[in-house]
């Protein structure tokens, strides 16, 4: 599966983004998935993860209450939308997908991702 993110850009603190993530090739709803970040000069982060029907989500402690993820299996998108955004919350980032999570399964390690997309730049200004 091919994945493709979009929706990053400049943003004051304190408002709202959603990005996107396209997939194609494979079926979509057959993959867990996920969003990890990477600010400048930090490692790669868990985000948000969702479970290949939607029902199941979880969350990095950081964006909790602020974030949600879904995902639309009918066309193939998955979505992250960010409220309340603050300056560390700067940051690439990556949309990625798991063949092998059980159904009922979310996935939060990027080692487990099988996919990846190239990243959104998400710049918020304080």
């Known amino acids: 599966v091919q994945l493709q993110a979009s929706g990053g850009g400049l943003v004051q603190a304190g408002g709202s983004l959603r990005l996107s993530c396209a997939a194609s090739?494979?079926?979509?709803?057959?993959?867990?998935a996920g969003w990890f970040r990477q600010a400048p000069g930090k490692e790669r982060e868990f985000v948000a993860a969702i479970s290949r029907s939607g029902i199941y989500t979880y969350y990095a402690d950081s964006v909790k209450g602020r974030f949600t993820i879904s995902r639309d299996n009918a066309k193939n998108t998955m979505y992250l939308q960010m409220n309340s955004l603050n300056a560390e919350d700067t940051a690439v980032y990556y949309c990625?997908?798991?063949?092998?999570?059980?159904?009922?399964?979310?996935?939060?390690?990027?080692?487990?991702?099988?996919?990846w997309g190239k990243g959104t730049l998400v710049t918020v200004s304080s």
């Open positions: 990625a997908a798991d063949q092998n999570a059980p159904s009922r399964t979310v996935v939060t390690k990027a080692a487990d991702m099988d996919y």
């Open positions: 090739g494979r079926t979509f709803k057959n993959y867990a």
